[in-house]
C-alpha cells in the first residue's frame, strides 16, 4: 500500500509540475505577444516620427548633398547587392541617416527613401529638376536636395 500512495504521490507531484510549467509557457507567450503588440503600436510609429522630424529639421543636408554627389561620382565604389536595398558600404553622414533604400541613378542623383513613406533626392548639380522622378509634390529643401513623400 505505501509503494501505491508513493507512486500516486509522484504523480500528483509530475501533473502539478507541469501544470505550473504550462503556466509559465503561456504567460510568456502571452508577455511576447504584449511586448509585439507594443512595439507595433507604439514603438516604432514613434521612432519613424523621430526619424521624419530629424530629416526635416535638423538633418545636415549640405552632407547629404556632397556625399550624394561623391555616389555619383564614384557608382562602382558603392554596389548595390544582389536583393539588397541599399549599396553595403555608405558615405558615412547618409549611412548615420539609415535610409531603408538607396537608389544611385546615374546621371541623374541620388534617392534616399525612409520608412516606406518619404525620402530625399540629391541631384547631381543644382539646376537639375527631379520632379518627374519624384513627383510634383516634391519641395526644394535645400540647393541640389528635394523632400518628397510617397503617392503625393
Same mark, same amino acid.
Request: charged share 15%; hydrophobic share 35%; net charge positive.
Given at each position: 500500500?505505501?509503494? !501505491?500512495?508513493? $507512486?500516486? !504521490?509522484?504523480? !500528483?507531484?509530475l501533473i502539478v509540475i507541469g501544470v505550473v510549467a504550462a503556466g509559465l @509557457?503561456?504567460?510568456?507567450f502571452g508577455l511576447f505577444i504584449v511586448t509585439a503588440i507594443y512595439q507595433v503600436m507604439f514603438v516604432a510609429p514613434a521612432e519613424a516620427a523621430a526619424r521624419h522630424d530629424y530629416i526635416l529639421?535638423?538633418?545636415d543636408y549640405e552632407r547629404i548633398v556632397e556625399e550624394s554627389r561623391l555616389m555619383l561620382r564614384n557608382p562602382d565604389r558603392y554596389p548595390r547587392q544582389p536583393g539588397g536595398s541599399a549599396p553595403e558600404k555608405l558615405p558615412g553622414y547618409i549611412e548615420s541617416i539609415d535610409p531603408s533604400w538607396v537608389i544611385i541613378r546615374p546621371g541623374e542623383g541620388v534617392m534616399l527613401m525612409f520608412d516606406g513613406k518619404y525620402g530625399l533626392y540629391a541631384t547631381i548639380d543644382d539646376d537639375f529638376d527631379p520632379t518627374d522622378i519624384v513627383g510634383m509634390g516634391a519641395i526644394q529643401?535645400?540647393? $541640389? @536636395?528635394?523632400y518628397y513623400e510617397y503617392g503625393r
Open positions: 500500500m505505501d509503494q !501505491r500512495n508513493s $507512486g500516486s !504521490r509522484q504523480m !500528483r507531484v @509557457l503561456v504567460t510568456c529639421q535638423s538633418a529643401v535645400h540647393s $541640389g @536636395l528635394w
